[in-house]
């Protein structure tokens, strides 16, 4: 088994990719921001003693707390190979653990349990804590109802003890929160967002897409479908991993606007579609932050729209300045020192201002794409035939144009593919609701351009 050393902080760097050519008389600017952090991983080097985000202490004290929830319902049971796919794979979890990480387990049914180490407190990873949650996960049962609002309160309960830079969560259910209502489950979701970072999987076809989309979306995780519950171990495995990597948590994208200006989105598009636009808190004077969650090793991109008032020709602005920093609890923020700028350039260069940069076109298409999938199939199980189809069918076209291969493979389960360039398709008369399952949850998960201007 190997155990994961802890992470350095990565660095970071802005990119902007736009065409900040308009023509005269235009005011809307689109730029895509790509943010790398890097030089963090899961290497061994210097422990992280503070610093934006942090709070370990010399000598590289305990960094991270992570809490498994595990849906214990009745359901799992049906058929058993859910019940003890969950064991073995948060045993994979924990195994994956690195030493002197703080974790939990938590049982969930219509009421939440501590499985491990319990009295609301957090174990420290090690050899010994790891064997004692494993004999504690053999003991597992299912039985019960499906309230997933109280996991995720018990959940923050525990993380927030910790005086750690990272907090996450990570989920399994098999089933629908029918336990409680959707306002409690809302209400939670409020309650825990900013507080910790949660992963959430769906095991088997009985759950609710939606939900389990919902519960990662708020509190910027990942969601995804395991349909066999063999590929549990595997897929937790991997989570876990990747939560190991992580080196600084809250970092947000502060985004300053001159007077004048106003923001009209700031979307998330790679590696998957996020709306952050009505997440903005406001930074100071014409400036707001919109979370991104915890980061190691990684690359993503984000599309900003700025409306900003027309000009004459030949009339340069900086439309935004795009920056990345920290909040504090004293209201303030720590800068991690990357920054880009977005700016207008007015012209009448008629084939300068009408060039639409291979980025945005990228992702316009790529978050266009998500909408159809999504759109289409509501249309399917609505029975509408002929909506269904022509928004698959413009899917599979945005998927063929933009060479988002693994989305395209999901679509051709659900439909026949008759001609690809022009969108027309069939709806297939029987598809697997693993499948149509699949496709959903993972129709916002994008691919990136395949070659950046300055590349080569």
Known sequence: ???????????????????????EGAGE???????????????????????????GGPGGGPDAAVVIMVDCSGSMDYPPAKMRGAREATAAAVDTLRDGVRFAVVGGTHVAQEVYPGEGRLAVAGPETREQAKQALRRLTAGGGTAIGTWLRLTDSLLSSADVTIRHGILLTDGRNEHETPEALTSALEHCAGRFTCDARGVGTDWEVKEVTAIASALLGTADIVADPQNLAADFTSMMETVMGKGVADVALRLWTPAGARLRFVKQVAPSVEDLTDRRSEA????????????????????????????????????????????????????????????????????????????VAHYTGQAELAAAIQQGLEARKAGDADAATAKLGRAVQLAGLSGNADTAKLLSKVVDVVDEAAGTVRLKTKVAEADEMTLETRSTKTVRVTQRPHES
Not at 29 to 54: C, I, M
């Open 284 to 359: 100071g004077p014409r400036a707001g932050d919109y979370p991104t969650g915890s980061w190691g090793d990684e690359s993503r991109d984000y599309h900003v729209c700025v409306e900003v008032p027309p000009a004459e020709i030949g009339r340069e602005m900086l439309a935004a300045r795009v920056s990345l920093v920290v909040p504090r609890p004293d209201g303030g923020a720590d800068s991690l020192g990357a920054q880009g700028l977005v700016r207008a350039v007015w012209t009448d260069d008629l084939a300068a201002s009408t060039s639409i940069d291979p980025q």
């Open 29 to 55: 600017v689109n730029a895509v921001v790509t943010v790398t952090a890097s030089g963090g991983g899961t290497l061994t080097g210097p422990a992280f003693a503070g610093g934006p985000g942090g709070h």
């Open 1 to 23: 088994m190997a155990i994961l050393s802890k992470p350095d902080v990565p660095r970071f760097s802005v990119d902007v990719y736009q065409n900040e050519y308009l023509p």
